[in-house]
């Protein structure tokens, strides 16, 4: 996300799964910083983000995106459940979930269908 906000010409989509640098546990929270270099992006960028994550809890992610908000970012958050015996942090391993979301967010983007 930071290098899209950095490199913009680059980038055609930004998805953000359970992203992060620092766990919201660490001393010094990069996440802000980071997803505030993000927002210089000029495009929507998709947040997926899961319950019970060990790492993010959905009130530090959401607080992360509002401060990539506040500077200037265009995105949209979405939370899941997780499979029962599984992690917020780990919805990437569960398409049933999100596939949707991203299908739609690639067309808005003129992405088309992923194969």
């Avoid at 490199?7 to 802000?32: L, M, Y």
């Amino acid at each position: 996300m930071a290098y899209a906000g950095q490199h913009p010409e680059q980038v055609r989509g930004v998805i953000n799964f359970a992203g992060g640098w620092s766990g919201q546990r660490c001393v010094t929270d990069v996440n802000p910083t980071l997803f505030t270099r993000g927002a210089r992006y000029p495009g929507e960028i998709l947040w997926l983000y899961g319950e019970n994550d060990p790492f993010y809890s959905l009130a530090h992610s959401r607080r992360n995106f509002g401060a990539f908000q506040a500077a200037g970012g265009t995105g949209t958050f979405l939370e899941f459940g997780p499979p029962p015996g599984t992690t917020g942090h780990r919805i990437v391993e569960h398409p049933a979930l999100w596939t949707a979301a991203v299908e739609a967010y690639l067309m808005r983007r003129g992405l088309g269908r992923p194969p």
